[in-house]
């Protein structure tokens, strides 16, 4: 956990794991989808949802950008 994890409450905090739980396996699916790209829209399904879940953590710990 970040340094700024500690001023969540305990309900984000809970979300924050269970989003970055998320992002690893959505992470692990990404590079098997790039081994055996058996449906070309499933990569980029992929990476939306990658991008929409990083997006989420960045606002719960208050981190903008990249």
Known sequence: MGK???NL??????KL????KRLRELQQRLAGAKK???DP???ETLTKEI???E???A??????GG
């Open 36 to 38: 055996q790209p058996d």
């Open 55 to 57: 997006a989420e953590i």
């Open 41 to 43: 829209r499933e990569i």
């Open 4 to 6: 700024s994890d500690k």
């Open 51 to 53: 991008v929409a879940v």
């Open 9 to 14: 409450s305990k309900r984000d905090s809970r």
């Open 17 to 20: 794991e269970a989003l970055r």
């Open 59 to 64: 606002r719960l710990t208050g981190q903008h």
